[in-house]
């Protein structure tokens, strides 16, 4: 700022004598002198000015110089961090590679592709001992350059599945290996970025062969052990409806015998005693006819006993006695029919005869209840050869379908008894040609459900109450049907619409 001032004074000086002194050439020597003077105070302005900034250049070098020492010093740290990352990175990755390439299990890499298809990016020993291709082949191509389309396809679809499911997968499945087939367990794990997207996929796979053989062979011998429990289920409930039904079929065969002989002595002297009771009162006839006025005694007995209604009544008794012997007989008859206790051998029968044989015995159960009107049984009977089969368990199996549609029409009328007003039971044989019979009978019941009678014919299953049913009925009849006659029996059943059991079976086995 002085420097400043004193070339203004200066300068203020030289104007102020140039303008007094009018000779030109000494105007020229003061300009010269001027600039002298001026000169000397701009070197001494510069010399300060340059002091000035070389002191500020220096004081901007040392800082800069510290500022790049720090600098330096943090990239030195930053670079031995990152000497240090790398080589973890190269210890972890070499011991990554020595456990990828040393591992007994298969183990192999999936790269995802932008274009969502995968390609093969590892491929470990295991691998290529297991699959028996060579590592060279299977770097950087896809499951369909590998495996072809079909199969290669499938291995997609299932990478697909773990991209699609985000998170890692096991599955089973059988392969063919060195032409052999073989059982593997594959698990793979999803890798993802920076960005939460999945590009790599890494596979395990164990070989489980042995373990899956074994395995199939315990689901073979659980399967042969329910099968056999089954038949043993099976075998028992046989037993048990065939005591149930020997130890039924010798009572009704012993009932049978035991009133069948009193029976026939009955009915047959009826017929005597028919005789006998004509010849006396014709004998009184005669009486009356040859004296007309008997004494007195006679004539009141005559009308204490009422003599004629005697004689008129007498007649009638006896034809009800001998109706009632004969229905009497015709009971014992079907009981022994149903019963078949001599019969349980295979042999030609009349199916229309066991049958009525049933309906006789369950004929209590027809019959009008307090609780409800009677069960009205409709016959539609064709004209049957005798048929070849085993009687005894033919009737058996009548028992039961008869058995259960009474129990249902007796439900359905506790149940809808607005709607059921007269239950009935339906009944048809038919002739099938060329060498088939079929035996319908239905009735006008609830009917079933289809889960019901999807279960209809399985051992023990029942929908009666506690008590009312074992369960066992149906699944015999079936097999009886099925197995022992090589038949049919089907049920078709609708809810509210009743049932009907249709038996279908040859005319001559074998």
Same mark, same amino acid.
């Given at each position: ?11 203020s ?5 140039? &303008? #007094? ?5 000494? %105007? ?10 001026? =000169? #000397?105070?701009? /070197?001494?302005h ?17 800082? &800069?110089?510290?500022?790049?020492a ?19 990175l ?5 011991? =990554?590679?020595?456990?990828?390439d ?14 969502g298809?995968?390609?093969f ?13 060579? #590592? ?8 369909? /350059? ?10 997609? %679809?299932?990478?697909r ?16 290996? #060195? ?30 062969? /042995? ?34 039904? &020997? ?12 009133? @069948? ?50 004689i ?6 006896? @034809? ?34 066991g049958?009525?044989?049933?309906l ?10 307090s ?14 050869p ?13 028992? @039961? ?15 809808k ?16 040609p060329?060498?088939?019979? &079929?035996?319908?009978?239905?009735? @006008? ?7 019901v009678? %999807? ?6 299953f ?32 609708? =809810? ?15």
């Open positions: 700022m002085q420097q400043d001032n004193q070339i203004n004074e200066s300068l000086k030289m104007q102020e004598l140039t &303008s #007094n002194c009018p000779d030109r050439h000494q %105007q020229k020597n003061f300009y010269v002198a001027f600039l002298l003077q001026l =000169l #000397n105070l701009a /070197d001494s510069t010399a300060t000015w340059l002091q000035q900034a070389c002191a500020e250049l220096e004081t901007q070098v040392k800082q &800069s110089t510290e500022e790049l720090r600098s330096n010093d943090t990239l030195q740290a930053e670079i031995t961090e990152r000497k240090k990352v790398e080589a973890q190269r210890s972890q990755e070499q011991f =990554l590679r020595g456990v990828f040393g591992s007994e299990h298969a183990i192999f890499v999936v790269d995802v592709l932008k274009d298809n995968f390609c990016t590892g491929w470990n020993q295991a691998t290529e001992r297991a699959t028996g291709i060579s #590592n060279a082949r299977v770097i950087g191509a896809t499951p369909e /350059d590998v495996y072809g389309e079909i199969e290669g396809a499938l291995f997609s %679809q299932k990478y599945r773990c991209l699609e499911a985000d998170a890692p997968i096991t599955y089973e499945e059988c392969l063919m290996m #060195n032409n052999q087939e073989t059982w593997w367990l594959t698990t793979i794990n999803p890798l993802k970025d920076s960005e939460e997207k999945i590009y790599r996929l890494v596979g395990t796979t164990l070989e489980i062969s /042995d373990r899956k053989q074994t395995e199939i062979q315990l689901n073979r011998q659980k399967k042969a052990l329910e099968t056999t429990l089954k038949e043993l289920q099976r075998t028992q409930m046989q037993l048990i409806q065939s005591e149930k039904m &020997s130890s039924l079929g010798q009572l009704v065969a012993g009932v049978a015998h035991e009133i @069948n002989n009193p029976v026939n002595f009955i009915y047959g002297n009826l017929t005597h005693a028919d005789e006998y009771i004509q010849d006396l009162l014709f004998i009184v006839q005669t009486y009356q006819q040859a004296y007309p006025h008997p004494v007195a005694t006679i004539e009141e007995l005559a009308q204490d006993i009422d003599i004629e209604f005697l008129q009544d007498l007649p009638q008794l006896l @034809n009800s006695m001998k109706i009632g012997a004969q229905r009497i007989r015709e009971i014992v008859i079907s009981l022994r029919t149903f019963s078949r206790m001599d019969e349980a051998e295979m042999k030609e029968v009349n199916i229309h005869e049958i009525d044989s049933t006789m015995i369950l004929e209590h159960r027809l019959k009008a209840t609780h409800r009107c009677e069960i009205q049984v409709i016959k539609e009977y064709d004209d049957l005798l048929v070849e089969c085993y009687p005894g368990q033919l009737n058996q199996v009548f028992m @039961n379908i008869l058995a259960n549609a009474i129990d249902t029409l007796e439900e359905s009328i506790g149940k008894s607005e709607l059921l007003t007269q239950p009935q039971i339906y009944i048809q044989t038919q002739k099938i060329p060498h088939h019979l &079929s035996i319908c009978i239905a009735d @006008n019941g609830a009917g079933m459900t289809e889960a009678k %999807q279960r209809l014919f399985d051992p023990f029942t929908t009666k109450a506690i008590g009312k049913g074992t369960g066992m009925g149906l699944s015999i009849s079936y097999q009886i049907i099925s197995e022992r006659h090589g038949g049919t029996l089907e049920c078709i059943s609708q =809810l509210g619409s009743g049932s009907k059991f249709v038996i279908t079976i040859p005319l001559r086995q074998g």
